[in-house]
């Protein structure tokens, strides 16, 4: 899964790392990964990380919750708003399988 153009950088200033670090930039890169496969799962679809909307505030916030270890207190805290675009992703499924009624 490739990733959005800029947004290991979107990332990276979120998380304000402003130091350069090859490694580390590979570390995040799995964690933006990771994140994504996350949260596309619970969704239930492929979202779209590059639009600043609701999809990207969660993996920036994943992914800050990863690299503290605290990846269970982000399922803990989140798990409304999870909930909440996992209903939106449903309704806007339906409303396309049904539009032709």
Same mark, same amino acid.
């Given at each position: #899964?490739? /990733?959005? &153009?800029?947004?290991?950088?979107?990332? !990276? @200033?979120?998380? &304000?790392? %402003?130091? %350069?670090?090859? *490694?580390?930039?590979? =570390?995040? %890169?799995?964690?933006? %990964? !990771?994140? #994504? =496969?996350?949260?596309?799962?619970?969704?239930?679809?492929?979202?779209?990380?590059?639009?600043?909307? =609701?999809? !990207?505030?969660?993996?920036?916030?994943?992914?800050?919750?990863?690299?503290?270890?605290?990846?269970?207190?982000?399922?803990?805290?989140? /798990?409304?708003?999870?909930?909440?675009?996992? @209903?939106? =992703?449903?309704? *806007? !499924?339906?409303?396309?399988? @049904?539009?032709?009624?």
């Amino acid at each position: #899964m490739a /990733l959005p &153009d800029g947004l290991l950088d979107a990332v !990276r @200033n979120y998380l &304000d790392i %402003t130091w %350069t670090d090859a *490694e580390g930039d590979i =570390k995040l %890169t799995g964690i933006i %990964t !990771r994140g #994504m =496969k996350y949260l596309d799962a619970a969704a239930g679809e492929e979202l779209d990380y590059s639009a600043e909307d =609701k999809p !990207r505030e969660l993996l920036m916030d994943y992914c800050r919750y990863v690299r503290s270890n605290a990846l269970h207190e982000f399922q803990v805290n989140y /798990l409304p708003e999870l909930l909440a675009l996992q @209903n939106q =992703k449903e309704v *806007e !499924r339906y409303r396309e399988e @049904n539009s032709d009624l």
